[in-house]
């Protein structure tokens, strides 16, 4: 994968665009339509940290020893304001975006979210459809959230649950917050409508891997979708080693053992979780094999960090920094063809030759955090 950033004056970057093989560069006009990278992958998921800030020190995240009293988090002038984010939202509509996925650090946490949510749930198509919005919480303030985020137009939520051991559950997000309360909060959610609802588990051998057969059988017959995901190496401060990813193949096999399953075609193109349906019609789970069997050919996400760059890979070094663009005065035009340069140069795809690096390249090569980036 490459990490130079594309530069990102507007007129410099319409050139670049023409020169690196974007097939249609983007324009706020008449002339819409959709962009790919070189690996011939368009841009339809846009991912959009609101905050760097989360009130839980979940020890693969945001572990208290990197993430102390003392940390620095960026100020508020530092992060995009909700009509920033509308912005460049609206532009990467106009040009194949149909989901937006509102992350953190924690989103519940910034302020007047519903606002943003609103601003959104305006935004269309370019043939008038409603894009699909929705965000990933760690549920801790869902219950009180949820009715005003669906009044607001939110689509869905998708909550982090590593487990359901009370004791374990407090030890991992390190502050000592019950399960009680994040299961209160799905349930106010599914009340809400804001579904169908994902909990998605991080699954690490030796730490809750014991969890998820009772992870399984507490969902399964309910209407939410539990997703197993692989132990990822995001970012540098969570000590990853490779000897501590349960693979999918494990995971779908220990389910099954006890309550069979059955593969289900993927329902859209670049569907990140590979699903399985139980065969007594119980619902279906879902499981994220970044690191075992890699889907980066057919990814289609794009990432904005909290003070807005933007990044082409979950597994980056470097953004692009549209917020310098956006605070320089440039027009839509510009900023249009600003991000069809970075996403026509895009050929990430670290997931696919994270085996070919020795344990040494892949320490020594910096990557961003998930609290920064989101997921």
């Keep these: 994968m490459t990490d130079t950033a594309v530069p990102v004056s507007a007129p410099r970057v319409a050139t670049a665009g ?54 620095a988090f960026l100020d508020r002038d530092e992060l995009l304001s909700f009509e920033e984010i509308t912005r460049i939202s609206r532009i990467a509509a106009a ?24 601003q959104l749930a305006a935004l269309r198509t370019p043939d008038g459809r409603p894009l699909e919005i929705a965000l990933t919480t760690n549920g801790s303030a869902l219950a009180v959230k949820a009715d005003a985020l669906k009044a607001a137009g939110l689509t869905r939520v998708t909550v982090s649950l590593d487990s359901l051991d009370d004791e374990l559950f407090q030890s991992m997000n390190d502050v000592r917050f019950p399960v009680s309360r994040v ?3 799905i349930d106010a959610a599914h009340a809400a409508g804001l579904g169908p609802i994902k909990i998605n588990m991080v699954v690490k051998r030796g730490l809750n891997d014991h969890e998820i057969l009772p992870m399984a059988r507490r969902f399964h017959g309910s209407p939410f979708s539990l997703r197993f995901i692989e132990y990822m190496d995001v970012g540098t401060s969570n000590g990853w080693q490779l000897d501590e990813v349960v693979s999918s193949a494990e995971i779908v096999q220990r389910i099954g053992a006890e309550l069979p399953l059955e ?37 289609n996400r794009a990432r904005i960090s909290t003070e807005g760059k933007l990044f082409t890979c979950l597994f980056a070094s470097e953004g692009h920094d549209l917020r310098a663009l956006l605070r320089s005065g440039v027009d839509d035009d510009g900023l249009a063809a600003a991000m069809a340069s970075i996403w026509g140069a895009r050929d990430d795809r670290y997931s696919e030759i994270r085996a070919t690096l020795t344990p040494e390249l892949r320490a020594e090569r910096s990557k961003i955090e998930m609290s920064y980036i989101g997921g």
């Design 95 to 118: 040009h194949g975006v149909e989901k937006l996925r509102l992350t953190g650090g924690e989103p519940l946490l910034r302020r007047g979210l519903e606002g943003l949510v609103e």
């Design 263 to 299: 593969p289900v075609a993927a329902a859209a193109p670049g569907e990140t979780a590979a699903r399985w349906r139980y065969l007594d019609g119980g619902g279906e789970i879902g499981v994220i094999s970044s690191v075992t069997n890699a889907f980066c050919g057919t990814c």
């Design 18 to 71: 023409a020169t690196i093989g974007v097939r249609r560069l983007p324009s706020t006009g008449s002339s819409q339509g959709s962009i790919t990278d070189r690996l011939d992958r368009p841009m339809r998921d846009l991912r959009i940290s609101i905050t760097d800030r989360c009130n839980f020190r979940c020890v693969y995240c945001m572990p208290k020893a990197v993430f102390g009293r003392d940390y």
């Design 183 to 185: 299961l209160d909060g």
